[in-house]
């Protein structure tokens, strides 16, 4: 796929409310974001960015039909899959913990300010945080919730397979920083804070920075909120 950073990012709008989609598609459209697709419902949208081949997929978790759960599971099975990130009318809820462990990247509520989901679109699809330290902490601690002792016993073993940098790379993942933060911190340039997540994803065996925030909370070596 095409570096994002180097054209408009592309999006797909998927929401069973054309309201909502005209809502932002204008929002998107008029800060130069190039919404490629859009579907009302879940049923065909894998092969819809499979033929559109956006970075982001902006999904609704409540519709009929396919919801946006198993919609999300089966855009992050495809090859080179886009992006993910899920409206939700509620904060943190069992759809939106469900959609993480099948891949979604972060999510947004749908009364967030047009500004913010522009920014979170433009994140995502450079690879980069999309959840607020606060929307962290609150994933984190529903993942952490349901958490027993092999839970535990089996984040320590993944944690045990990173390199100390990598380490500290997900630590200062699991508060919610974005690359540029974690880089000013660590002293690293923004393209070796993206190695470094792209090898802590394939040791830790997770779909992106907020599993890999709630397996480095469940090792004890991330914040103690």
């Not at 999006?11 to 974001?33: F, K, M, P």
């Not at 519709?63 to 992006?83: K, N, Q, S």
């Not at 469900?98 to 967030?112: M, N, P, V």
């Not at 997540?197 to 065996?205: E, F, P, Q, R, T």
């Amino acid at each position: 796929m095409p570096d994002p950073q180097a054209r408009p990012p592309r999006v797909l709008l998927v929401d069973d409310d054309a309201l909502v989609r005209g809502a932002l598609r204008t929002i998107l459209g008029a800060a130069g974001v190039d919404v490629v697709g859009e579907a009302g419902d879940g049923a065909g949208v894998a092969d819809l960015a499979r033929e559109r081949r956006p970075d982001v997929v902006l999904m609704d978790l409540r519709m009929p039909g396919v919801d946006g759960v198993t919609a999300t599971a089966r855009i992050r099975a495809l090859p080179e899959p886009p992006e993910v990130l899920v409206l939700t009318t509620w904060e943190v809820d069992d759809a939106v913990i469900r959609s993480i462990r099948a891949g979604a990247s972060g999510f947004l509520l749908k009364s967030t300010a047009p500004g913010d989901i522009v920014a979170a679109v433009r994140a995502v699809a450079a690879g980069d945080a999309v959840l607020s330290p606060e929307s962290a902490r609150a994933v984190v601690e529903r993942l952490r919730a349901d958490e027993g002792a092999d839970q535990r016993r089996r984040a320590l073993e993944l944690v045990g397979r990173l390199t100390d940098r990598e380490r500290a790379v997900a630590e200062r993942v699991s508060l919610g920083e974005t690359n540029a933060e974690i880089g000013l911190a660590l002293h690293m340039s923004a393209g070796t804070v993206k190695q470094h997540l792209s090898a802590i994803v394939d040791k830790l065996g997770v779909t992106g920075r907020v599993l890999i925030a709630a397996v480095m909370v469940r090792a004890g070596f991330g914040p103690r909120w």
